[in-house]
Structure formats: C-alpha cells, structure tokens
C-alpha cells in the first residue's frame, strides 16, 4: 500500500497534497522497515540456520541508507523545485536538478 502512494504521488504536481502526503510517507516507511526487519530476522533464524544472518542484517542496513536517502531527494524536489517552479512559473534546468541529487549524494556518503 505504501509502495503504490509513493509511486502515484512521485508525480502529483499539487504542492499543498505533496506536504502531508510526504509527512505520511516517511512514517509509513520507517514503520515499514522496522517491522519488515523484525519480521525477516526472525524468519531467517527459524527457518534457515544455514544462511549467515550478517547477510540479511548487512541487506537491512543498505535499506536504512537509501530509503532515507530517497525520502530527502524526494523531499528536497516537493518543498523546493516545486515552489520554485510554481512562484516563477518556469521549469527548473536539468543542471540544477542534477547538481542537487549530486551534492545529496556527497553529503550522505
């Protein structure tokens, strides 16, 4: 359910919607990681004692990287292109887009 809003929102170009939609969304996907977490751990220890648990744990922390990596991409695009586009009433260039992701990317490694 989650996966399906973020996917039908990433698009919505309707400001006042992004805001609360994307307040949801970070909750919806930290409690879906956590739990998922719990859930396949627990799972892995149960049922398959030959597969090495710092596997799914090493999975696990990769997932705490990205997904709040794509949450502030995302967000950095709703709460500042998009006003910006929406006050001046032009598209923001490539270059600026791409130079942001880009910076994001420096500043989280």
Known sequence: MTFIII???YKDKIVKRLKYLW?????????????????????????????PLATALKAFDILWWIIPAILLNM??????????????G????????YFGVIWHNCLCV
Do not use: M
């Not at 032009?90 to 887009?97: G, Q």
């Open 7 to 9: 996917l039908v929102s």
């Open 23 to 51: 307040i949801f969304q970070v909750i919806f996907l930290f409690i879906l990681l956590i739990s998922s977490e719990f859930f396949v751990i627990d799972w892995i220890i149960k049922y398959f004692h030959l597969v």
């Open 75 to 88: 967000a950095v695009e709703r709460f500042l292109w998009l006003p910006l586009e929406e006050t001046t």
């Open 90 to 97: 032009r598209t923001v260039p490539n270059a600026y887009l």
